[in-house]
């Protein structure tokens, strides 16, 4: 099993940006490929970006992709996810999952493995 801890949620502005960290323990971090995921209010969990075990491959939501990175120290057991140009639609608590047996995309089921989420707010 692994553990997930997510940090770095906070207000910010249009425009701004923001890095998130999502933090691991447990079983060996580099089993896992990861992925971020987001939830606003009354809406479904959206697939935000993911990232490959060995990290050689990412993979980004159409609203995100130009705007956030995604990337992994194994080191550190943390997968990052770096915001720029921030919009209001942002907005969303946003989760960490980690999947043994899946690639790191967008399937929501893939992922066995879910941090308690951190909230992104983005005043226009």
């Known amino acids: 099993q692994v553990q997930l801890v997510e940090s770095g949620g906070a207000l910010v502005q249009a425009g701004d940006s923001l890095r998130l960290s999502c933090s691991a323990s447990?079983?060996?971090?580099?089993?896992?490929?990861m992925a971020w995921f987001r939830q606003a209010p009354g809406k479904d969990r959206d697939f935000v970006a993911g990232i490959s075990r060995s990290g050689r491959r990412t993979y980004y939501g159409y609203s995100v992709k130009g705007r956030f990175t995604i990337s992994r120290e194994d080191a550190k057991n943390t997968v990052y996810l770096q915001m720029n140009s921030l919009k209001p639609e942002d907005t969303a608590v946003y989760y960490c999952?980690?999947?043994?047996w899946g690639t790191g995309g967008s399937t929501l089921g893939d992922y066995d493995y879910w941090g308690q989420g951190t909230q992104v707010t983005v005043s226009s």
């Open positions: 999952g980690a999947t043994v």
């Open positions: 447990g079983r060996a971090f580099s089993d896992y490929a």
